[in-house]
């Protein structure tokens, strides 16, 4: 029984992990080159180089 316990515990952080991963890739790799996603405007901005 507490393998069983132990098993669906690691299953489901597993998949909640990996579901929260990608959530911000996808838009990241859209932004337009010379741009990065900003998760706190939830936009691309130009990057700056100095």
Excluded: W
């Excluded at 690691?10 to 998949?15: G, K, N, T, W, Y």
């Excluded at 990996?18 to 337009?32: F, I, L, P, V």
């Amino acid at each position: 029984m507490t393998k069983l316990l132990l098993t669906t515990a690691f299953i489901l952080s597993a998949s909640l992990a990996s579901a929260e991963c990608t959530r911000g890739h996808d838009q990241a790799m859209s932004c337009a080159q010379g741009q990065s996603y900003d998760s706190e405007t939830g936009s691309c901005v130009p990057l700056v180089n100095s």
